[in-house]
């Protein structure tokens, strides 16, 4: 059964966001939906408890300069890292938030106090009966964060030359891909993908070029989820 105190009230914002682990500094996509000063988070939209709850109020929203479409959440105890699904749900989260959090808004880092609201958690699957994880729009190549004409550039030119020689080029934005040693966990995941041959990567665009023939995107996508990545087709 769900909580009726959830039920009494639509949630101000609900939606896919991709955060950042606390523990283990990974990316994970999650459901998240803002019920007053309360924050929930959950695995997927039918989850019917929170994996966890920021509590909003008195908190700092500040948006993230080094990543175009991420913001952080600054509570008395811990920084949360998120990032929206493209440009629009960026906007409309931070407004949502700093409504929520009393005001609160700049660009930087910093600590601020957080309240606990002590409410009761609305189940995931009470509010968005009907989504799936397929219903979650890509964000276009330029709402990736760092992206530069200059990298679409040579990312294209490197689709056209594998074109030319009969082979397919998948472009993939690999959240999490941001050292050396990430692009080669990555690139070793994707290796054994079938049909990818070579993987380029484009490491301060956070994207994966994969050329190859008959390549399994799927596969592909699932393989770099198991290894800790949020990965997007672009």
Request: hydrophobic letters at 40%; one cysteine or more; glycine letters at 10%.
């Amino acid at each position: 059964t769900f909580h009726s105190s959830a039920m009494s009230n639509e949630p101000t914002k609900q939606g896919f966001l991709i955060k950042r682990g606390g523990m283990v500094k990974n990316w994970k996509k999650r459901w998240f939906v803002l019920h007053g000063s309360t924050l929930y988070y959950y695995r997927g939209p039918m989850e019917k408890d929170p994996a966890g709850t920021i509590e909003v109020a008195g908190c700092e929203v500040v948006q993230d300069e080094a990543r175009r479409l991420g913001f952080n959440l600054n509570t008395r105890d811990r920084k949360y890292a998120l990032q929206a699904t493209n440009q629009s749900e960026l906007v409309s989260w931070l407004s949502a938030l700093v409504n929520a959090s009393g005001g609160s808004r700049r660009a930087g880092s910093g600590a601020v106090q957080s309240a606990h609201a002590g409410q009761a958690p609305p189940p995931a699957a009470a509010m968005h009966r009907r989504s799936s994880l397929s219903q979650v729009p890509p964000p276009s190549p330029a709402e990736a964060p760092g992206y530069t004409a200059a990298a679409a550039a040579g990312a294209g030119a490197g689709a056209a030359a594998a074109a030319a020689n009969g082979k397919d080029t998948v472009t993939l934005w690999v959240v999490g891909t941001m050292c050396e040693h990430c692009e080669a966990k990555a690139k070793s995941v994707l290796a054994k993908v079938p049909g990818v041959h070579t993987v380029d990567f484009i490491l301060s665009e956070e994207q994966a070029l994969l050329h190859g023939r008959g390549i399994d995107v799927p596969s592909a996508l699932s393989a770099l989820e198991d290894a800790g990545f949020f990965p997007v087709v672009v």
